[in-house]
């Protein structure tokens, strides 16, 4: 059985701080790494994709895996009350087309 | 823009009617799509995978034969709640990857089902 584990929270930043996300995965062959979030009451939203080790940046949101450690995280930076949601990382076998979610952590951003 | 479509969003009805719940790839050919329920503050839950011209392969403890999917075309897959019941009320999410290997999924905006 393909495991994700996600620390599920609640994790709470005050407003403006940096919001580490972090999320491990059970099989060495995964190549595909995805972080969605998800607001209550609405579906996943795609936020950031990664696919090799090290660091990838957009906006805010830096993605971070280590293969070797089988870890991916998510960091938000100048974290915002508009960024509370559950974030749930998302890990492909993609010689099966089959994806493995985390359970999810539950981010408070407060004001 | 929205990649997949997700419609109903809302429905409610008597106990003992069958809902159909319908899922589109908007611009591009899924030939998988994917199944998921959601109880209130719980995690999602992989219902079954639909396979564009073949039968839908369904996670351990998912009734076949109450939860009906059909994927007849390259774009739509269909879940039919059959004899719903109030403990099926949830809120129900399709998603599906674009066909290359490393792409994500792409979830609708689900279906939220109130069993009366």
């Known amino acids: 059985q393909k495991e994700v584990e996600q620390n599920s929270g609640p994790l709470s930043v005050p407003e403006g701080a940096i919001a580490s996300l972090n999320c491990t995965y059970s099989?060495?062959?995964?190549?595909?790494f995805f972080w969605y979030r998800q607001y209550s009451g609405k579906s996943p939203e795609l936020i950031m994709s990664?696919?090799?080790?090290g660091d990838k940046e957009d906006g805010r949101f830096t993605a971070q895996l280590n293969k070797a450690s089988q870890y991916v995280s998510l960091l938000i930076r100048d974290s915002q009350p508009s960024d509370s949601a559950t974030y749930l990382c998302?890990?492909?076998?993609?010689?099966?087309?089959?994806?493995?979610f985390g359970s999810g952590t539950k981010l408070n951003v407060k004001p | 823009g929205a990649v997949v479509s997700q419609h109903p969003s809302w429905v409610i009805c008597k106990s003992g009617t069958s809902v159909k719940i319908e899922c589109r790839s908007l611009?591009?050919?899924?030939?998988?799509m994917f199944w998921y329920r959601q109880f209130p503050k719980q995690s999602l839950m992989l219902m079954a995978t639909?396979?564009?011209?073949?039968?839908?392969?369904?996670e351990q403890g998912v009734e076949k034969d109450k939860f009906l999917i059909n994927h007849a075309s390259l774009t739509l897959s269909t879940l039919t709640v059959t004899s719903a019941h109030p403990e099926d009320s949830s809120f129900y999410i399709c998603?599906?990857?674009?066909?290359?290997?490393?792409?994500?999924?792409?979830f609708g905006d689900g279906t939220r089902l109130s069993i009366l």
């Open positions: 611009d591009f050919q899924a030939t998988t």
């Open positions: 990664i696919y090799s080790n």
């Open positions: 998603s599906a990857p674009r066909a290359l290997s490393n792409q994500p999924q792409h």
């Open positions: 099989d060495r062959g995964s190549q595909s």
């Open positions: 639909s396979n564009e011209g073949s039968k839908a392969t369904y």
């Open positions: 998302a890990v492909k076998d993609n010689n099966f087309n089959k994806f493995y």
